[in-house]
């Protein structure tokens, strides 16, 4: 099929043949990062909600935070970081499943980041803060002192390893070795793909989560993309990428749009409006 003039201006000459140039695997990227921010925020609700309301905290889900209206068990602040791994966790174990290279695997590739990002960024906070939201869960058990210490390190020591595990899955889009030869040219590739990508994903994501009620989320989430920042120390030794040379990331992804603007529906005209447990009959929502 004939490229279309949009494609052959997004074209360079990559080992001898015309082929997307990075432009629009930088936008797939943002996009997918974007969808993987929102989704891993989503379960950190969701997993709010559900503990919430086992322990019978009447909680009230809006698209950047649960408000719980009656008790003060603390189980139900883990409940989102547990969530969260939960489903980074299960979607990890599926990633391998599938060998194409295409938008689709960028996506979970990022959701995968993202929930292990919104995971074990709280459990590393229960080492330095002991009013985070680990750590207050922590106090409902007997635990021996210390512990948060141990938490919090072991959150820190995942986040590291997930952001330096990610490097060879970014590597792995290239087209062609040439591509990624060299560690200069590894450490751009990912800082293109990854860091580029995970900044501009997480300021559109913001649009999501405005106006800023006061979590504190919307001014936290430009610093989502940063965590990747630790994948580029892993670049330049990542040698043994099996890279894709059918990959179809470079072509700009519709499906990718059409997530984006699924999620954006979502939150901005539903959970937006607040949604308890049970929902109300007659109006569903809270406002």
């Not at 005209?269 to 809270?286: C, K, M, S």
Request: with cysteine.
């Amino acid at each position: 099929m004939p490229a279309t003039i949009a494609e052959q201006r997004l074209t360079t000459i990559v080992d001898g043949s015309d082929r997307p140039t990075g432009v629009t695997l930088l936008v797939n990227s943002a996009l997918a990062s974007t969808v993987g921010i929102v989704i891993a925020v989503l379960a950190d609700s969701l997993g709010r909600f559900i503990v919430g309301w086992l322990v019978d905290r009447d909680p009230i889900i809006y698209h950047d935070r649960v408000e719980f209206l009656t008790g003060d068990n603390p189980l139900a602040l883990a409940g989102g970081a547990l969530a969260a791994l939960i489903v980074g966790a299960s979607f990890l174990a599926i990633y391998p499943a599938s060998r194409r290279h295409d938008p689709a695997r960028l996506c979970v590739l990022w959701l995968i980041l993202h929930c292990f990002r919104q995971g074990f960024v709280p459990m590393a906070l229960a080492g330095v803060d002991r009013q985070s939201d680990v750590a207050l869960a922590l106090t409902h058990f007997d635990l021996p002192a210390g512990i948060d210490m141990v938490v919090g390190v072991g959150g820190a020591i995942g986040l590291l390893l997930v952001s330096l595990a990610a490097a060879p899955a970014f590597l792995a889009f290239a087209t062609s070795r040439s591509e990624i030869a060299t560690p200069p040219r590894r450490v751009g590739f990912v800082a293109r793909i990854g860091l580029g990508g995970g900044l501009a994903g997480a300021l559109l994501a913001v649009l999501f989560f405005v106006p800023d009620t006061g979590s504190g989320l919307v001014s936290a989430i430009p610093l989502f993309g940063l965590f990747t920042a630790a994948t580029l120390l892993s670049a330049p030794g990542s040698k043994a990428v099996e890279h894709d040379p059918h990959t179809t990331a470079r072509r700009f992804s519709w499906g990718l749009v059409a997530a984006v603007v699924i999620l954006f529906v979502v939150f901005r005209f539903a959970l937006a409006r607040g949604i308890p447990i049970p929902p109300d009959p007659e109006t569903f929502f809270v406002s």
